[in-house]
């Protein structure tokens, strides 16, 4: 079945540094592909996504590119604020059925 | 207005309790879902409903009974529920069912704690 492995957290940065949070799936089919991002106490909230393979998804300084040589989906932004601070979650999406990864902690320290 | 409304945001309920989530949206999805979120966990997917019919049931237990009304509107019917099923319930909706292109909407969620 559809799957996403994404990099485990938490990850720490201080302000202005540079994040990348890597997510690779396996899929039968040709999943769209998401990453939604979750604040405390709060739902999840779509940040940016793509539909096929060499799309680039962006969004608030935040990018990825669907990569299907590599069946991944990196999440990227140049430079990350205090206001990023969230769990962020890579998803695929086939036919209705969202898969999520496990989630990945983002703390930005001023 | 992209917005998926949940109520109630809390909810305490004991093992032989009958309480129900809903879940409402009017931005004229015809596909909604629920998904179970456990602490530190992503999401799972338990139901989809698709044009108000049940599409998808990820083998979730009987007690929990999924509804939809109308095509505004989703409900989560619990009964005899077990400590272990408390979590945070996410509702959510999208524009098209059956693409997996569409984005889905998701609502704040109902916390629940079951004694």
């Known amino acids: 079945g559809n799957s996403v492995t994404q990099m485990e957290g938490p990850v720490t940065l201080s302000e202005e540094a540079f994040l990348t949070i890597n997510c690779t799936y396996t899929?039968?089919?040709?999943?769209?592909l998401f990453w939604y991002v979750q604040y405390p106490g709060e739902g999840l909230q779509l940040l940016l996504k793509?539909?096929?393979?060499?799309d680039k998804g962006s969004n608030k300084g935040f990018e990825a590119t669907y990569r299907k040589e590599t069946t991944s989906f990196h999440l990227e932004k140049g430079s990350v604020q205090v206001s990023d601070s969230a769990v962020y979650f890579c998803?695929?999406?086939?036919?209705?059925?969202?898969?999520f990864g496990a989630g990945t902690r983002l703390t930005v320290k001023p | 207005d992209t917005e998926v409304t949940q109520t109630p945001k809390h909810l305490v309920m004991g093992m032989t309790n009958k309480k129900s989530l809903k879940c409402e949206q009017h931005?004229?999805?015809?596909?909604m879902y629920w998904y179970k979120q456990k602490a530190k966990k992503p999401p799972e997917l338990m139901f989809v409903?698709?044009?108000?019919?049940?599409?998808i049931n990820e083998s979730v237990p009987s007690r929990f009974s999924p509804e939809c009304p109308n095509s505004s509107l989703l409900n989560l019917h619990l009964h005899a529920l077990q400590p272990e099923d408390s979590a945070l319930y996410l509702c959510?909706?999208?524009?098209?069912?059956?693409?997996?292109?569409?984005?889905?909407?998701f609502g704040p969620g109902t916390r629940l704690t079951v004694l």
């Open positions: 959510a909706s999208s524009q098209f069912p059956g693409g997996g292109t569409d984005t889905q909407y």
């Open positions: 899929a039968t089919g040709y999943p769209s």
């Open positions: 931005m004229g999805h015809r596909a």
């Open positions: 793509a539909t096929k393979a060499d």
């Open positions: 409903y698709s044009y108000e019919k049940l599409s």
């Open positions: 998803a695929l999406s086939e036919y209705d059925d969202m898969r």
